[in-house]
C-alpha cells in the first residue's frame, strides 16, 4: 500500500449550538487539517507514472478547500437567527455557513468528502483544533 500525507491549516470562528460549556460561546482555533492519502498500486502512465497522485495536486486541492474557511466564522446553518446573519454580513464579516455541527468531527468527515468527490483515494482526514486534540475521520 502507498500513502501520501498534506496538511493546511486556517484560522476560523466556531461555536457550538446546543452545548453547555466555554465552546457553546463564539471562539476561535487554529485549525489544522492533515490528509492521507491511500492507494494499492502505483499510476503506470502520464506524468503521474509511478506515483499515487502528484503532491502539487494534492497539497492544492487541500490548501483551496482550507482556504475557504480562512479567517471566517464557520456557522452551523440555522444556528443563528437570519437578522443576525444579515447583520454579521452589513459589517463585512467573512461567514461560512455549513450545513452540520461545527464540530472537529464533522469538519474531518466534510474534508474528507470534499477530497473523495474531487477524485483523490483519501483514506483519512484529521482535523487539529489545538496543537494535541484532534479528530478523525476514516471512508
Keep these: 500500500m502507498y500513502g501520501l500525507k498534506?496538511?493546511?491549516s486556517f484560522d476560523a470562528a466556531h461555536f457550538l449550538t446546543d452545548y453547555h460549556g466555554k465552546c457553546e460561546n463564539l471562539h476561535g482555533h487554529r485549525w489544522r487539517v492533515v490528509a492521507y492519502l491511500e492507494q494499492e498500486e502505483l499510476q503506470t502512465q502520464g506524468t503521474h507514472k509511478d506515483m499515487v497522485i502528484d503532491f502539487a495536486d494534492f497539497k492544492g486541492a487541500l490548501r483551496d478547500l482550507t482556504e475557504a474557511f480562512d479567517h471566517s466564522f464557520v456557522v452551523e446553518e440555522g444556528s443563528l437567527a437570519p437578522d443576525t446573519l444579515a447583520c454579521l454580513?452589513?459589517?463585512?464579516?467573512s461567514l461560512s455557513v455549513v450545513p452540520f455541527r461545527t464540530t472537529a468531527e464533522n469538519l474531518a468527515r466534510y474534508f474528507y468528502g470534499k477530497l473523495a468527490e474531487a477524485?483523490?483515494?483519501v483514506s483519512q482526514v484529521d482535523v487539529y483544533e489545538t496543537p494535541n486534540n484532534c479528530a478523525i475521520y476514516r471512508g
Excluded at 89 to 93: M, S, T
Aim: proline share 9%; net charge negative.
Design 6 to 8: 498534506t496538511e493546511s
Design 119 to 121: 477524485g483523490f483515494p
Design 89 to 93: 454580513e452589513r459589517e463585512g464579516f
